[in-house]
Each structure stands twice: as structure tokens, then as C-alpha cells.
């Protein structure tokens, strides 16, 4: 606040009272803002350091064996023995091995961009330069309209059209038909699973990109495109080869922003995966989970451990969601700041 | 002229609907999936008669129902499931019976589905943990003699809940209380740790159960018995499941009340405890009683009387025990020494 004082005092010596309250107004503002900014950095970090410090006992607990065994276990509630293990207790049979859930979480969001990217820039692309002007706002306005449908929305729609219709007529026909390709054999299941996941998350987050990603090319001039038609490349090699470099780092920045909706969201998923605990996928239709959904589906029962583990460990399951999340926008920055330098003062 | 009219008309309204907002008491239950259809059932009834108390419910899960009652969100949580003692010590809450219940092994086998088939406790734990892998399998038609041939090599998909559910806590008692290699290996929970099996299906919910299996050809879920109802319309079938003594029942008034009587004598006055592979030949293996979970002492006396009167009304021969809520469900009313020691406990909440 000192500074604040000082400041104003020293812009009244010399200036009019309009530049005085223009200086005054916004010094008010820098404080605020830069107070703002502040708490956004502050607000992460203390969320991360509570998390770890209440996942603490889980983590010592459990140990390595968090990310590399494949049990997931509460215990035995309704027993009198407990285990403890690095001075730390928890119900007799315990074992918080998240390997499933994280490797379901990766798998997922991972297969998600494998559909989702080529879709979206397709759509994208052909929203600025394809689809004619008529019915461009139609189309528009549609894409925007799916991007803020909320995605229980998509789940319930999984759940009552997609996984029947996966379960009773896509899994059995490809499972019979193509069952010799890795992946597409094996059993059919109930619909609920990676490949209904994978559609619902593919079906979120294609809107999103395809948002961004015709805004930053509609952000470019329209020269790079018409100069590279009248050196006479055709539509797609002007769009492909001109266009779409131009304008990578925004499409990165879409795309990763796209992965971490992809791993973070709970609901749909939740409601289409068809909960996989203890078990890997063996092939696309089978059953899988990820770290957001188990924290959703667990939690109920971990609140009544008599121990507190199971809470922890889904703490600590929360750490690592966290971390990811983090992690992938670090490399996002990576990305775009060698994408900069790369693309020197062009871009 | 008009407008200040309608404008003092809408205030008034407001008035008059927020006043009564501010007499009633607000009563929050939640919890199991089992006891929900019952649930609104007997809160419609007790509001016509009682418009100063407003009940709301809600079909959570019993993981939900126990944790929430703990927490204080809700002032009844339903559970199919009482509470572990390393619990009650924690929060120590009343575990007080409100009917009793019984599950269902639903299953989906193209033309088998309008008949019984047997399944024991062994024959469950072994789909369960992906040993038994077909319904033709060798183990099951052993049981089956009737059926032998037209059971189908079709692969089974065991259907399990994914939430903290009281029909988890209950089938898997089963498992542990018939079969011992289960018992030294899962155990039984609201959550259990189930057998790597990767057709095996996680579902949210006895809705979601019955949708499940509905799905898919082959699955089996275990469904509680007030989705009968749905679960026929689903077109599923059910199974005879072995007792104790070895004999393969239904699920009827009959069989369910039987496993109720052989252990009502034996119900301790804190009301926990499992009425699973009940003794007796005509007992149904998978009954239980439904729980309503309560914190003895309630945040103000305004609840408390109010929770007591409908807790109270809901164990009434003329009230929530009355054939007229109960059948509609399949449950079975309490028997009078226990519907006393429910009364003893509801006679605690402060």
C-alpha cells in the first residue's frame, strides 16, 4: 500500500488532477492485477502442497509399488487386523497399486488425439475455406454449441445410445469380422469400455479444437493461402503446406489443451468405461478406467475406511493427475518456445 | 396500476413460499439404490399427512449413504450394509433396520432367460474370478442337468458395481460365507478388490446393473430385489442360488422370510449383523436387512423429532410396514422383536 501512496504523491507534484487520477487509477490497477497474478500462482501451489501433504501418509504407504502394481485394493473394512508399512496403517489386505488407472488415463486421452486431431484440423480447415459462405454461420455456431454441451450430457448420451449400440452391434461385427487385426479380436463385452471412452472424449474435444484452431487460422491473413494458389498449388497443398504451418503453435496450443480435457474428464468417461479395476484392456472394446473416473467411482467407500488409507491413496492418485496436467504444460511452452525460435521473427 | 398488482401478487407469493420453506423441516436421504424405490414410496405417503416435514431423497450408493450421514449432509443413509466396527469406533452411528431385502442373481443368456437356472456360491466365485469363463462350462451344467444342452458356449461377462454399494457388501459376503478360497482371497466390502478378469464390467448403481446386463449376452449382475420388477421387464432371468443346506431357492416371500426367522433371535440390540447363508432348507442364501444409517445426536431438536416421528412411522404395521409400500418392492415386513429393537434405537436420536 506504501508503494501505492508513494507513487500517487509523486505523479501529483508534477501533473494535472486528469493525469493525476489517471496515474492514480492505475497504479490501483497494477497492484490488483499483479495481486491476481500472484494469487494464481499462489492458489496452484498451495492446492499442490496440500494435496501432497495429505496424500504424505499414502505415499510413504504405498511406495513404488503406486506406479507399478496393478492391485487396487481397501482392505478388508469389516476385519480387525490392519498392515502398516513405513509406520503407516491401513486395513489388513491393502495394496494402492494405480498402474491401471494411469495407464488407462494415458491410453484414453492419448487415442483420443489420434482421432480427434486429424478430424479437427480437416474441420477446421474446411470451415474457413471449404463450406460455403451461406450456410458458414450455421456451421459456426454449431461447432460452438458443442463445445458447450456439459459432458454428462455426452455421458448420458453414451450410456443410453452408444455403448447398446457398441455392445450389440459394432463390437460383435468387428470382433467376428476383423478379429484378425491386433486389438479388434476377442470379446465383444458389454459396449461399455475404451472404445466407447475414446468416442465420447473424441466427440468433446474435436469441438474445442476445431474452435481454436479456425480462429488462429482465420488470425492469419488470407494472403499466405491466395499466394499459394497463384503459384499455382492446388486447394490442399495451399492448405496443408502453407496454411496449416503457419499457424502450428496455435494448433499445439489446441491440441494440448484438448489432451488435458481429454485426461482430466471424469463424468463421461465414468459413465461409458465400464470401470476396470485390477485388469488391463485386451483389446479396444474391453474395459478401462482412469484416474479421474476411479477417484469419482471410490471415493464413496475410501470416506468410510476406519483407517484413512484408501482417502490417501486417492489423494495421492490426485497428486499425479495434477502432476501430469502440469507436465503437459510445461511441454506445451517447450513446444511453442522451439516452435518460436524455430519460426524465428515469421511467426 | 396492473403491474403494482402483479408485482404485490408475486412478493406475497414469495412471501408465503419461503415462510413455508422456513416452517418445514428439511429431512436429507440418501444412500442406497436398493432401498430408494421403497424410499419414495413411503415418503410420498408420510407427506400427505405430514406437510410440515419435507423429506428428500436421493439413490446414492450405500458408500454414499454411510459416509454422508457421518459427514451430517444427509440425516438418513440408507445401507444395505451395517458398519464395520473399526468404523463405529471412528463415528460411532446407529445402524437401525428398516425391512428386509434380498438380492437377485439376474443373468442374460438368450433362451434361458423365462427360466432358473441354479448357481451356487463356488459356481459365482469361480465367474467372479475368471475361472469359470463360459456358460457351458462344466461346473455349471453339473448343476444344471435340465438345461445341459442348451446352455451356450458363450463367454460370460460377470457385471460387478463400480460405486461403494451395499449389494457389493452383500453378494460378496456370500462368496466369503460358501466358498473358502474367496473368503482368503476378496473378502467382502461395500468395495471389494475384484479378481483381474478383463470382461469383467464395472456398472454405477442398480439401474445401471440392470442396463448392464440388459446389453450384454452373457453377463450376470446381482441386482437387489426391489428391481424384480425392472428386471423382468429387461427380460432377464433369474437364478435358484444353493443355500446352506445345499438346496438350489427362489427368491419368494417364502424362502426370504425363512432366512429372516432362523437368525432374528440372534440380532444384537446394536442391529449389526449379516443375515447372509442363513441355516435352514428352505432359507434364501442373500437376504439382509435394510439399513438406515443415523447420527444419534442430529444438529438441532426440530430434526431430531422430526427424523424420530417418520423413523418411527416407517416401522408401523399400519405404517412403512404395511403389504401396500412393501410389496410393490418384494420386500418383507421386520418381525416384531426386531422392529422393537429398531424402536429402542430410533428412542436414542437426540
Given amino acids: 500500500m506504501a508503494a501505492i501512496n508513494l507513487s500517487v504523491r509523486g505523479a501529483a507534484k508534477a501533473a494535472s488532477p486528469a493525469t493525476l487520477q489517471r496515474t492514480g487509477s492505475q497504479a490501483v490497477l497494477r497492484t490488483l492485477t499483479g495481486l491476481a497474478a500472484l494469487a494464481s500462482f499462489a492458489i496452484i501451489f498451495l492446492m499442490l502442497f496440500f494435496l501432497i501433504a495429505y496424500a504424505y501418509p499414502a505415499i510413504r504407504f504405498n511406495g513404488i509399488a503406486f506406479f507399478t502394481s496393478p492391485i487396487w485394493n481397501i482392505g478388508n473394512q469389516y476385519g480387525s487386523a490392519t498392515v502398516s508399512r513405513a509406520g503407516f496403517t491401513a486395513e489388513a489386505g491393502a495394496a494402492f497399486g494405480a498402474l491401471v488407472f494411469i495407464f488407462g488415463s494415458a491410453l484414453t486421452a492419448l487415442l483420443t488425439m489420434v482421432v480427434a486431431v486429424p478430424l479437427s484440423l480437416m474441420v477446421a480447415l474446411s470451415l474457413v475455406y471449404r463450406i460455403p459462405r451461406m450456410i458458414r454461420p450455421l456451421a459456426n455456431a454449431l461447432v460452438e454449441l458443442m463445445a458447450g454441451v456439459p459432458s454428462v450430457v455426452y455421458g448420458l448420451w453414451g450410456m443410453v445410445v452408444l455403448v447398446p449400440w457398441i455392445g ?5 461385427w468387428v470382433t467376428t469380422h476383423l478379429g484378425f487385426i491386433p486389438f479388434l479380436g476377442g470379446s465383444a463385452g458389454s459396449g461399455n469400455g475404451l472404445a466407447a471412452s475414446v468416442f465420447i472424449l473424441s466427440l468433446m474435444v474435436i469441438p474445442i479444437m476445431v474452435a481454436t484452431t479456425r480462429d488462429v487460422i482465420l488470425a492469419q491473413s488470407n494472403s499466405l493461402f491466395e499466394a499459394s494458389m497463384a503459384l499455382g498449388s ?74 484413512g ?18 507436465l503437459v504444460n510445461v511441454i506445451a511452452r517447450g513446444i511453442m518456445r522451439g516452435a518460436d525460435r524455430r519460426e524465428g521473427g515469421h511467426a | 396500476m396492473r403491474k403494482t398488482l402483479a408485482l404485490t401478487l408475486a412478493a406475497l407469493l414469495l412471501v408465503s413460499v419461503s415462510g413455508r420453506a422456513l416452517a418445514a423441516t428439511d429431512i436429507l436421504e440418501t444412500g442406497s439404490t436398493l432401498l430408494y424405490p421403497l424410499m419414495n414410496l413411503w415418503v410420498a405417503a408420510y407427506q400427505q399427512a405430514h406437510g410440515d416435514v419435507q423429506i428428500t431423497t436421493q439413490g446414492t450408493g450405500s458408500g454414499t449413504g454411510i459416509s454422508q450421514a457421518i459427514s451430517g449432509v444427509a440425516q438418513i443413509g440408507a445401507s444395505d450394509a451395517y458398519m464395520a466396527d473399526a468404523q463405529m469406533k471412528n463415528s460411532p452411528m446407529l445402524n437401525i433396520p428398516l425391512a428386509i431385502s434380498a438380492q437377485q442373481i439376474n443373468y442374460n443368456v438368450p433362451g434361458l432367460n423365462d427360466v432358473h437356472l441354479n448357481l451356487s456360491g463356488p459356481v459365482l466365485a469361480g465367474i467372479y474370478s475368471g475361472q469359470i469363463q463360459y456358460w457351458d462350462d462344466a461346473k455349471i451344467k453339473d448343476i444344471n442337468r435340465r438345461y445341459g444342452s442348451k446352455l451356450p458356449h458363450l463367454q460370460i461377462v460377470p457385471i460387478h458395481r463400480s460405486d461403494g454399494s451395499g449389494d457389493t457388501f452383500i453378494f460378496s459376503q456370500y462368496l466369503t460365507k460358501s466358498t473358502p478360497s474367496w473368503a482368503g482371497g476378496p473378502g467382502y466390502g461395500t468395495t471389494i478388490s475384484w479378481p483381474s478378469v478383463s470382461t469383467a464390467v464395472g456398472a454405477t448403481g442398480n439401474p445401471g446393473m440392470v442396463q448392464t446386463c440388459q446389453n450384454t449376452k452373457g453377463g450376470i ?50 442391529e449389526r449383523i449379516s443375515l447372509i ?43 412403512g410396514q404395511s403389504a401396500r409400500f412393501l410389496d410393490a418392492v418384494h420386500f418383507l415386513p421386520l418381525p416384531s422383536s426386531i422392529v422393537a429393537k429398531s424402536k429402542a434405537q430410533i428412542e436414542k436420536i437426540q
Avoid: H
Fill in chain 1, 168 to 172: 450389440g452391434a459394432l463390437a460383435p
Fill in chain 1, 234 to 307: 492446388t486447394s490442399w497443398q495451399a492448405m496443408v503446406r502453407a496454411v496449416l504451418p503457419s499457424v502450428r503453435k496455435g494448433i499445439v496450443a489446441s491440441v494440448l489443451l484438448a489432451f488435458g480435457r481429454a485426461l482430466g474428464e471424469t463424468m463421461a468417461v465414468l459413465m461409458v468405461c465400464g470401470a476396470a479395476i485390477n485388469s488391463f484392456p485386451q483389446n479396444v472394446f474391453s474395459p478401462v478406467n482412469t484416474i479421474a473416473a476411479v477417484i469419482v467411482s471410490q471415493l464413496e467407500s475410501a470416506l468410510t475406511d476406519a483407517s
Fill in chain 1, 309 to 326: 488409507m484408501a482417502q490417501r491413496s486417492l489423494a495421492e492418485l490426485a497428486c499425479v493427475l495434477f502432476i501430469i496436467t502440469l
Fill in chain 2, 221 to 270: 449382475a446381482y441386482i437387489g430385489v426391489s428391481f424384480l420388477n425392472q428386471t423382468d421387464k429387461a427380460g432377464l432371468g433369474y437364478a435358484a442360488l444353493e443355500n446352506r443346506s445345499g438346496k438350489f431357492v427362489l427368491p419368494t416371500a417364502t424362502t426370504i422370510g425363512a432366512a429372516a426367522r432362523s437368525l432374528d433371535a440372534q440380532t444384537p440390540s446394536d
Fill in chain 2, 277 to 319: 447363508f442363513a441355516p435352514g432348507a428352505e432359507s434364501y442364501p442373500i437376504i439382509n436387512y435394510e439399513y438406515a444409517i443415523v447420527n444419534p445426536k442430529q444438529s438441532d431438536g426440530a430434526k431430531a423429532s422430526a427424523l424420530k416421528a417418520f423413523l418411527n412411522w416407517s416401522l408401523e404395521r399400519s405404517g
